[in-house]
């Protein structure tokens, strides 16, 4: 009986810690977006909320995914935030009146349709995840 | 012990609920969407001797739980429109009251230029105006050297208006700015009207002008924000002297002649590592008048307050943090003495069950008491014709658990 809880409990703690897979993440844009490409720190005062346009006056919408490793990669890699430092940014601007929360979207797939059909919005998703109707920007 | 049951099914329920209520609420109203979201907490604090924050904490008490809801929505690309609704329990401060916590127009011409005006929350500092929001922080409570839950009402929002933005500065980085001006709303619930209820009782509300402003500079340095806040108050009112307090039954007024407060701070935000430090000063200068008894006293205060903390997180779930808060309530007077400052040292362990829902369990080892007029925590056991207590003992150690959600 010891052992066995000993080893719940082990899983249980490995669990907290185990590091997710990594994916391949791409930005998106609606087509209308005037660009094919973006910089980290561009992409990053989008992604906070303290940018909604981009250089030359581009007007951008971001779209978030709930949870997940691509979530997770994307913020790591290009806004260099925890989830939970990120969330607690968004929420910062709600609950003082600065701002509202991006809209926040399941799976992939339903980023893609969400931004392929919306004027200025921009996303981010798996590379392997199929992107037709929306442009790839480069992230510089 | 029925208390005890009360509190514990409270904490159950406060602790269930987040998981029953996670979504984002949003409605359409005349054809615009309209967003919803709420955050509150629960905490249980249990101290070895001095009761804190007007809980019973020596028993332990759970009688210290928040609620806010707020709704917005986006009328145009540059307008925008939203109210949020605030209520709390702490001890004997506050007992459920429901009160607008924020309610603005807020217009964005530009990113470098914006106002709103109404009912709005007021920047001072990295957190004066998001204190109440749980789930932001490391800590179960906030340095109270200078974020004093029980004073949270003399600066907390301001009706009036702001004038804000944000300035890049190209390879400089960035400054946001903000400067505000108005009336400071009344808060009779405040710590300050609690400690010296024994003297008086307020009749008209203590409240005044207020305007000030806050600068932050986000540094070409990755992750480092350093900045510069100011307030000057002017708020006046009327009451009339308690039994026990030294002018018995007499009407008086009180006149804020000055009240100004600068504050400093800076934040190093990287990876899992998070550091803040800030600097505080706040200089009164209260007259009392006492008509009847041909009396007028000045009374000035020179607080200072500061802390560093420093919180890194091991994990998705977990962070780990310390602060050490300093507060002197009047920096003239010797700050050895119990009765005149509060230094806490305080080590916490936040755990994130899910993206909305935390627990915080958190250690505090407090070394003196403050003055009974700095209203900072420890009311009752002021000795003399004004308390009904029996003395402070000048160490204090808390254990605090607070769980929070927010969606």
Redesign the interface.
Request: charged share 30%; no cysteine.
């Given at each position: 009986m010891k052992r066995l809880l000993y080893v719940l409990l082990l899983a249980a703690s490995a669990s907290?810690?185990v590091a997710p897979a990594k994916a391949q993440v791409i930005v998106i844009a609606n087509p209308g977006v005037k660009t094919t490409e973006i910089s980290k720190n561009d992409l990053r005062d989008v992604f906070t909320g303290?940018?909604?346009?981009l250089p030359g006056g581009v007007?951008v919408v971001p779209i978030l995914l709930k949870?997940g490793t691509v979530h997770?990669e994307f913020l790591q890699v290009y806004i260099?935030?925890?989830?939970?430092?990120y969330?607690?940014g968004w929420?910062?601007m709600?609950?003082?009146?600065?701002g509202?929360?991006p809209k926040?979207l399941d799976s992939d797939a339903a980023v893609v349709e969400f931004v392929a059909h919306n004027t200025g919005a921009i996303g981010y998703i798996s590379k392997a995840t199929p992107h037709e109707g929306v442009k790839v920007l480069a992230v510089k | 012990m029925n208390r005890l049951i009360v509190g514990t099914v409270a904490a159950l329920t406060l602790g269930i609920s987040p998981a029953l209520i996670h979504a984002q609420y949003n409605f359409n109203l005349a054809g615009r969407q309209v967003q919803v979201h709420s955050f509150g907490s629960q905490g249980f604090a249990y101290s070895n001797d001095n009761s804190y924050l007007t809980m019973n904490t020596s028993q332990g008490s759970f009688n210290f739980d928040d609620l806010g809801v707020n709704l917005s929505t986006q009328i145009t690309d540059k307008f925008r429109v939203g109210a949020q609704g605030y209520t709390r329990r702490l001890g004997e401060l506050n007992k459920g009251q429901v009160t607008l916590d924020w309610a603005q127009a807020d217009y964005r011409f530009e990113p470098w230029l914006g106002v709103r005006g109404g009912k709005v929350k007021t920047v001072l500092g990295l957190y004066n105006n998001l204190q109440d929001v749980d789930s932001l922080f490391t800590w179960a409570l906030l340095p109270q050297s200078m974020y004093p839950i029980d004073l949270r009402g003399s600066t907390i929002a301001h009706y009036g208006g702001d004038v804000y933005g944000k300035i890049p500065l190209r390879k400089y980085g960035k400054v946001d700015y903000t400067v505000y001006g108005g009336e400071l709303p009344s808060d009779p619930h405040q710590g300050f009207l609690h400690a010296l209820r024994t003297i008086f009782t307020e009749k008209t509300p203590y409240t005044g002008s207020i305007y000030g402003g806050d600068l932050k500079w986000t540094t070409p340095l990755k992750g480092f924000l350093a900045g510069a806040s100011y307030m000057a108050q002017h708020p006046s009112g009327s009451g009339v002297g308690a039994p026990t307090g030294p002018f018995p039954g007499q009407p008086f007024t009180w006149d804020s002649k000055k009240r100004q407060i600068s504050q400093f701070y800076v934040r190093y935000l990287v990876k899992g590592l998070h550091i803040d430090g800030e600097y505080h000063r706040d200089y009164r200068d209260l007259s009392i008048r006492v008509p009847s008894m041909n009396q007028l006293s000045d009374v000035q205060w020179n607080a200072r307050s500061w802390y560093i903390s420093g919180a890194y997180r091991l994990s998705r779930r977990i962070e780990v943090g310390s602060y050490y808060s300093f507060f002197t309530p009047d920096q003239n007077v010797d700050t050895s003495l119990p009765g005149n400052h509060i230094y806490d040292k305080v080590a916490t362990a936040r755990f994130d069950l899910k993206s909305f829902w935390t627990v915080k369990v958190e250690g505090h080892f407090i070394d003196g008491y403050g003055a009974i007029d700095s209203a900072r925590g420890f009311y009752d056991g002021f000795p003399g014709p004004s308390s009904t207590g029996s003395g402070f003992k000048p160490q204090t150690n808390m254990f605090l658990v607070r769980t929070g959600f927010s969606f």
């Open positions: 907290i810690f303290s940018a909604t346009k007007k949870a997770e260099g935030k925890s989830d939970a430092a969330r607690a929420r910062s709600v609950f003082s009146g600065d509202s929360m926040t | -």
